[in-house]
């Protein structure tokens, strides 16, 4: 079965630093562009992050660009998500997506003093 199990998230003083990683199983995960996603209170969910399946072609938001860095290892089925400088309006449930189909259950982060 398709499964995607983000893991890394948790609390981080604003200025700190989290990676997030998501495992995926069940399909073929070198064949899929892979995303992260996240909802933060009272907003809608939003594209944080896109990498193609080799990882040539990355896409940031324009809010997170040069502070996170999307990963991935097709060898270990597995995309991360490097944030650093944490912002308290980067709190939000983080979630992983393979292309068109697929998504975790998130993970959250929360970043306040």
């Known amino acids: 079965q398709v499964q995607l199990v983000e893991s890394g998230g948790g609390l981080v003083q604003p200025g700190g630093s989290l990676r997030l990683s998501c495992a995926a199983s069940g399909f073929a995960f070198s064949r899929y562009t892979m995303s992260w996603y996240r909802q933060a209170p009272g907003k809608e969910r939003e594209l944080v992050a896109a990498?193609?399946?080799?990882?040539?072609?990355?896409n940031y938001a324009g809010s997170v660009k040069g502070r996170f860095t999307i990963s991935r290892d097709n060898a270990k089925n597995t995309v991360y998500l490097q944030m650093n400088s944490l912002k308290p309006e980067d709190t939000a449930v983080y979630y992983c997506?393979?292309?068109?189909?697929?998504w975790g259950k998130g993970t959250l982060v929360t970043v306040s003093s």
């Open positions: 997506k393979a292309a068109g189909s697929y």
């Open positions: 990498i193609s399946t080799g990882g040539g072609s990355i």
